[in-house]
């Protein structure tokens, strides 16, 4: 009998793939720090693992204002203090780049004009994208 | 005819009433003497007196001679004339085709001489005709078959050709081959008495035919109602492949969980496994970066690999940079690694022009077979790098497909 399943981090409770597989085969998908449940369905982009009641729930927002417009001078910078570590951030527009943060605090500057959308993903939140507009 | 002298001399008698009675048995004694008073007429005869005379001796010859009795009837000039008495307690016993008659009386009838048997086919002397004679007082009448009815009248003739009466006015009946229940002994009717074909169903008791009369292989499908053998008829395990028609077993007669694995055959069912991840993951140039992994047991059968992500990478100034951006990717069986077969297979690469390179984003699929699984389970993993302008994956996917049982 095939069955939804979802793999999460075992220590964090971050949902990194879901899937089908057959029952007797659930197990077999979680790797080393993974753990594997059976018979539930869940997204690994909005929902989380909850450690402590065992079962899947939504993602907190990322706190903070999803619409900024600064001028395209490469020195004033768009802030986001207190993230999580590591958090993933993508910006796409007229420039693109993708890197990770690692030290808890992200500050943009563009050069560009144009209109820039910064995908911020940091777990335990729900991934956040945010619309910058540089002038 | 003399005279016979009758001289009786009386005693002296001093009663009275004794010498009157003795006068009048003297008187009784001369008449019939006939010689000292009475009628010559009413003097009675003796044998003696007979046996002069020619013609009555020749009757007292016949009848034996003087030393024996004279018969109860002398006639003189002619036969008897008198008719037979008639005949009684006529009985008619019926046998399968014969009736036999018998009655009484003949022994009666001084002058028998036989009796006439007269028969009718139904109850009206008028009507039956003279079937036989005998002089016996019983008569078998062979009939011929059974079931037929007649009527029987009896009369004695005499020795002079006259009959008698008939023994009634109404007939005697019997009917052949009336064989009653009663008639026949227990047990008595064996086989060979029964004609072929010739018991019916109502000559069959309910329930009266026990297995033991059934023979074996003797009750074929013909015998057997529709819809009239139920499922407590039929002995466990007595249905085989052969008695079950092609297709004619339908999902609803499977139980649940009812099949297993050894009921299907190898190579016939496809078992599939899928993962997938929709959020991004950031590549790095230095580390594989394992973008999703599953895990299948085929039994040693190959495995299909069906894998989709979209990839992107990051614009480049490809003049100032060492080449375009790029995402290549590698597929590992465990720790060996089938696709491609060595090294990384680039998958998405930026385009440069003159100046810089736009962002590229390119969504992926990837159908690859591993022939050779190891036994047990086997983790398969995409792993993925770019090559150091930045790139990412995201929607990532993998469905594993072993052809199994």
């Given at each position: 009998m095939i069955q939804s399943y979802i793999i999460y981090n075992t220590t964090t409770g971050e949902i990194i793939r879901t899937g089908f597989a057959p029952a007797d085969q659930i197990a077999a998908q979680a790797g080393p720090g993974e753990t594997a449940v059976p018979g539930v369905t869940a997204n690994d982009v909005s929902d989380r693992w909850d450690l402590a009641t065992g079962s899947p729930v939504s993602k907190d927002p990322l706190p903070g204002a999803a619409l900024f417009a600064v001028p395209a001078d490469g020195t004033t910078t768009v802030d986001f203090p207190g993230l999580p570590n590591p958090a993933t951030v993508t910006v796409t527009g007229p420039v693109s780049d993708s890197f990770t943060v690692t030290d808890g605090s992200l500050s943009l500057t563009f050069d560009t004009p144009g209109s820039y959308k910064v995908e911020i993903n940091a777990f335990p939140y729900a991934n956040k994208e945010i619309e910058i507009i540089a002038t | 005819m003399p005279a016979v002298d009758v001289s009786i001399q009386r005693p002296k008698i001093d009663d009275p009433a004794l010498a009157r009675t003795i006068a009048q048995i003297t008187e009784l004694l001369e008449s019939l003497n006939g010689a000292r008073r009475g009628r010559e007429l009413d003097r009675v005869v003796t044998l003696r007196d007979l046996a002069g005379d020619t013609e009555a001796a020749s009757i007292i010859t016949s009848a034996g001679g003087v030393a024996g009795s004279l018969p109860s009837t002398i006639v003189s000039g002619g036969a008897d004339k008198t008719p037979p008495a008639q005949l009684s307690n006529l009985t008619v016993a019926s046998a399968a085709i014969n009736n036999i008659l018998s009655w009484d009386g003949t022994s009666l009838i001084p002058n028998y001489s036989y009796t006439e048997i007269w028969r009718a086919s139904s109850d009206n002397l008028s009507l039956a005709v003279l079937h036989g004679t005998t002089t016996a007082e019983v008569f078998a009448d062979d009939v011929g078959k059974g079931a037929v009815t007649y009527y029987y009248w009896v009369r004695a003739v005499s020795t002079a050709g006259i009959p008698g009466p008939y023994n009634a006015t109404a007939g005697t009946s019997g009917t052949t081959g009336q064989v009653l229940n009663g008639d026949i002994a227990d047990v008595a009717i064996d086989t060979a008495k029964i004609a072929d074909l010739a018991v019916v169903t109502a000559k069959i008791a309910n329930a009266a035919i026990t297995n033991a009369k059934i023979a074996n292989l003797a009750v074929d499908t013909a015998k057997i109602a529709d819809l009239a053998v139920s499922s407590a008829k039929i002995a466990n395990l007595a249905v085989g492949s052969a008695q079950i028609a092609d297709a004619a077993i339908q999902t609803a007669k499977i139980a649940d969980l009812a099949v297993d694995t050894l009921k299907i055959k190898d190579q016939a069912v496809t078992v599939p496994v899928s993962a997938s991840a929709d959020g991004a993951l950031s590549l790095s140039s230095t580390v594989d970066t394992n973008i999703i992994s599953a895990s299948l047991d085929p039994s040693s059968s190959p495995v299909n690999l069906a894998i989709s992500f979209v990839a992107s990478v990051n614009g480049s100034d490809c003049n100032a940079d060492a080449g375009p951006g790029y995402v290549e990717v590698r597929v590992v069986r465990g720790s060996t690694q089938?696709?491609?077969?060595?090294g990384y297979a680039t998958v998405l690469e930026a385009v440069c022009g003159s100046s810089a390179a736009p962002g590229q984003i390119s969504g992926i699929s990837l159908n690859i077979r591993d022939s050779s699984p190891a036994a047990g389970s086997n983790t398969y993993y995409v792993y993925a790098r770019d090559g150091g302008q930045g790139g990412s994956v995201s929607f990532r996917s993998m469905v594993l497909s072993g052809v199994k049982k």
């Amino acid at each position: 009998m095939i069955q939804s399943y979802i793999i999460y981090n075992t220590t964090t409770g971050e949902i990194i793939r879901t899937g089908f597989a057959p029952a007797d085969q659930i197990a077999a998908q979680a790797g080393p720090g993974e753990t594997a449940v059976p018979g539930v369905t869940a997204n690994d982009v909005s929902d989380r693992w909850d450690l402590a009641t065992g079962s899947p729930v939504s993602k907190d927002p990322l706190p903070g204002a999803a619409l900024f417009a600064v001028p395209a001078d490469g020195t004033t910078t768009v802030d986001f203090p207190g993230l999580p570590n590591p958090a993933t951030v993508t910006v796409t527009g007229p420039v693109s780049d993708s890197f990770t943060v690692t030290d808890g605090s992200l500050s943009l500057t563009f050069d560009t004009p144009g209109s820039y959308k910064v995908e911020i993903n940091a777990f335990p939140y729900a991934n956040k994208e945010i619309e910058i507009i540089a002038t | 005819m003399p005279a016979v002298d009758v001289s009786i001399q009386r005693p002296k008698i001093d009663d009275p009433a004794l010498a009157r009675t003795i006068a009048q048995i003297t008187e009784l004694l001369e008449s019939l003497n006939g010689a000292r008073r009475g009628r010559e007429l009413d003097r009675v005869v003796t044998l003696r007196d007979l046996a002069g005379d020619t013609e009555a001796a020749s009757i007292i010859t016949s009848a034996g001679g003087v030393a024996g009795s004279l018969p109860s009837t002398i006639v003189s000039g002619g036969a008897d004339k008198t008719p037979p008495a008639q005949l009684s307690n006529l009985t008619v016993a019926s046998a399968a085709i014969n009736n036999i008659l018998s009655w009484d009386g003949t022994s009666l009838i001084p002058n028998y001489s036989y009796t006439e048997i007269w028969r009718a086919s139904s109850d009206n002397l008028s009507l039956a005709v003279l079937h036989g004679t005998t002089t016996a007082e019983v008569f078998a009448d062979d009939v011929g078959k059974g079931a037929v009815t007649y009527y029987y009248w009896v009369r004695a003739v005499s020795t002079a050709g006259i009959p008698g009466p008939y023994n009634a006015t109404a007939g005697t009946s019997g009917t052949t081959g009336q064989v009653l229940n009663g008639d026949i002994a227990d047990v008595a009717i064996d086989t060979a008495k029964i004609a072929d074909l010739a018991v019916v169903t109502a000559k069959i008791a309910n329930a009266a035919i026990t297995n033991a009369k059934i023979a074996n292989l003797a009750v074929d499908t013909a015998k057997i109602a529709d819809l009239a053998v139920s499922s407590a008829k039929i002995a466990n395990l007595a249905v085989g492949s052969a008695q079950i028609a092609d297709a004619a077993i339908q999902t609803a007669k499977i139980a649940d969980l009812a099949v297993d694995t050894l009921k299907i055959k190898d190579q016939a069912v496809t078992v599939p496994v899928s993962a997938s991840a929709d959020g991004a993951l950031s590549l790095s140039s230095t580390v594989d970066t394992n973008i999703i992994s599953a895990s299948l047991d085929p039994s040693s059968s190959p495995v299909n690999l069906a894998i989709s992500f979209v990839a992107s990478v990051n614009g480049s100034d490809c003049n100032a940079d060492a080449g375009p951006g790029y995402v290549e990717v590698r597929v590992v069986r465990g720790s060996t690694q089938i696709w491609p077969a060595s090294g990384y297979a680039t998958v998405l690469e930026a385009v440069c022009g003159s100046s810089a390179a736009p962002g590229q984003i390119s969504g992926i699929s990837l159908n690859i077979r591993d022939s050779s699984p190891a036994a047990g389970s086997n983790t398969y993993y995409v792993y993925a790098r770019d090559g150091g302008q930045g790139g990412s994956v995201s929607f990532r996917s993998m469905v594993l497909s072993g052809v199994k049982k």
